[in-house]
């Protein structure tokens, strides 16, 4: 099955700095490349998504690459702010199925600080 | 107001006794997912499930089970079997036309006492 490896599992970064966080994915044929942030006490939302037919998108101060060759794909986060202090989980399936079975990363905890 | 609710938000439980986590949504979804969240170990999938009447295990489903008799409903029950129950449960659902984005409930956290 799908393997997805998520690094850092922490991260601490300035306020308006830049964050990156970098996913490994196992299963070439996955096709949807997820991201959630789950801030404390609340429910994993979705910020952004990637198609294996893209290289890059942006929403944004969020933009999230794929390199399919690779199998990584990362999420950048410029100008961060306090609230961007979440832990974020990347996920990876293969979309085009009846259902998608989602297999996440272990999470990275990012703190801004003032 | 659209969602995804999870009961009970605590629960506690002695060792060997069974206990199940509600799951209900109206959100006219097709599949219906069960994760449990551990600190470092990220969201793993326990069950889930496409259609009524049918479900598939996910990577961790020894000693739990499931039903799925209603679309809108998908209970987990928490076995005795399972060796370390104590975690965060997270049930979500998905539109199988829609873009991908899993819709997750708040939560239930289960204590083994």
């Known amino acids: 099955g799908e393997n997805v490896e998520q690094h850092p599992s922490t991260l601490s970064v300035q306020e308006g700095d830049s964050a990156v966080i970098k996913c490994t994915y196992s299963d070439s044929a996955s096709n949807y490349f997820p991201w959630y942030k789950q801030e404390l006490g609340k429910r994993p939302q979705l910020i952004i998504d990637i198609r294996s037919n893209v290289g890059e998108k942006k929403d944004q101060r969020i933009a999230v690459t794929l390199n399919k060759t690779a199998k990584h794909f990362s999420l950048h986060i410029t100008e961060t702010q306090p609230e961007d202090s979440a832990v974020y989980f990347c996920?990876?399936?293969?979309?085009?199925?009846?259902?998608?079975?989602?297999?996440f990363g272990t999470g990275t905890r990012l703190q801004v600080t003032l | 107001d659209g969602g995804i609710t999870q009961s009970p938000k605590y629960l506690f439980r002695k060792e060997g006794q069974n206990v199940t986590l509600s799951c209900e949504q109206n959100l006219n979804h097709d599949a219906m997912y069960w994760y449990r969240q551990d600190p470092g170990q990220g969201l793993r999938l326990i069950y889930y499930?496409?259609?009524?009447?049918?479900?598939q295990k996910g990577d961790i489903a020894e000693g739990y089970s499931v039903s799925r008799e209603k679309k809108e409903s998908f209970p987990l029950t928490v076995t005795s079997a399972q060796k370390n129950p104590t975690a965060f449960y997270l049930c979500a659902s998905i539109w199988a036309g829609g873009t991908g984005e899993l819709f997750f409930g708040e939560g239930s956290r289960l204590t083994v006492l």
């Open positions: 996920a990876a399936s293969i979309r085009g199925g009846t259902a998608s079975k989602l297999t």
């Open positions: 499930s496409q259609i009524v009447n049918d479900f």
